[in-house]
């Protein structure tokens, strides 16, 4: 491993205790895959694909699934390494590869909390309240802002609360459109109509690159892989468990909306599960279901504010990032240049980038980091450990590494631009850190070989 990257997270003497099993594990990547995505996205699946909105999530399911193999087998290899930065640094050892995977999955997190508040600012708010759009998401990401820079202890109960009350939003929503359909309502037929105006299999592509985005969260449990019992059996239950459960929840919503309201009507909102709660007659307020999709979309954006923060703050710590990023609150103890700086990017992204566009973005984004992912499995066959792991035939990666490609070839030159745009900030950030590195152990050097003062 190189000196950069075992400097993120140094070897101690004692590990982490292993105290979570099978069904807290289940629980906690269950949480994060059913995040404020399906919330936002439905309407934009519709347009794509029309009522057929099943079928592109089936296409993303297949595409996690093969990327949760190759993760299953990397985290049990090696339990005490923290994501697929790490991994490729195991495997091939470049320091600016592998600096430039972590800063795509920090990245990642920028660009999705720029999609979610805008999303924060479309109609669930305006069933509460009608302000303008681009200075509630200012103010929106100020606020998130501001939790994160007192600390992620405080937050960790109002998530936990936060990710009941989204679930539960969820379950309202088949709940809803299952008393419409038992009651004789609706039009079962329309979820085998496709878009008028769009070719179904360019749609269905198209599509399934959005519906990609609700299934994305199961690659943070890489972070837990020290603090779990029997690896090895937990992580591959409890991971494919999750996102079967994810699956599910996914395919019962987009089925039910489609019935309840037509594929145009949900098109053209940014809160669509709203929509379809108002449409279904049942009697649930709308401010109450607009203020839970906010919650649900509050805490996504949070979670992804703290995640790219602290990717920023360990980067600097391995000096791959500039050595301002690892600057602390002296009481606080957050990175509060890395979240700073984070919060003006994500501002900058809310208002000149669209949901759909900022999603496609966010995927694209970590279709190359599980690409990498992907190729370091097959690359780490070869390297033998002293514990039992979960291991996938190769053709299970080879699979994965085809599916990615296949999504980045839908992707449009926009979004492209985008992702070239964060790897030049990256490459010039990362060489800058590099020579502040050079000059600083130059100096140490010269200091050293300095002649003490004679007495």
Known sequence: MSREMAAITPTAPIGLKRAVGTPLLFAFIVGDTLGAGIYTLVGTMANDVGGVIWLPLLLALVVALLTAGTY??????????????R????????????????????????????????????????????????????????????????????????????????????????????????????????????????PPLQGAFAASIIAFFSFLGFEAAANMAEEVKNPSKAYPRALFGAIFTAAVVYLLIAIGAVIVL??????????????????????????????????????????????ASRVGYGLAEAGLLPHAFARVLPNRRTPWVSIVVIAGITICLTIVGDIATLAETTVLLLLLVFLSANVSVLVLKKDKVDHSHFSVPRFVPVLGILACIVLLAQQSWTVWISAAAYVAVGSVLFFVARYGRKRGDKKLRAQAEKPAPRA
């Not at 299953?72 to 930065?85: D, M, R, S, W």
């Not at 470049?94 to 999955?105: A, D, H, K, R, T």
């Not at 009507?265 to 109450?288: C, F, K, M, N, Q």
């Open 262 to 307: 037509p594929p145009a009507e949900l098109a053209e909102s940014t809160g669509p599960l709203l929509e379809v709660v108002d449409a279904s007659g049942v009697g649930i307020p709308s401010w109450l279901f607009g203020l839970i999709a906010l919650v649900a979309i509050a805490n996504g954006a949070l979670l992804f504010m703290v995640m």
């Open 87 to 198: 991994y490729v640094d195991r495997a091939f050892g470049i320091p600016y590869v592998s600096f430039l995977v972590g800063f795509l999955m920090m990245a990642s997190g920028i660009t999705t909390a720029a999609a979610l508040a805008n999303a924060f600012a479309g109609d669930y708010l305006t069933a509460l309240i009608d302000v303008p759009p681009v200075p509630t998401a200012i103010v929106f990401i100020a606020v998130l802002t501001l939790i994160n820079l007192r600390g992620v202890r405080e937050s960790l109960t109002a998530n936990l609360v936060a990710s009941v009350i989204e679930v539960t939003g969820l379950v309202i929503v088949i709940v809803v459109c299952a008393i419409v359909f038992g009651s004789g309502g609706g039009d079962p037929s329309r979820i085998f109509e496709f878009a008028p105006d769009v």
């Open 72 to 85: 299953a087998e990397l985290i049990t290899k090696y339990p005490h390494a923290g994501g697929a930065a």
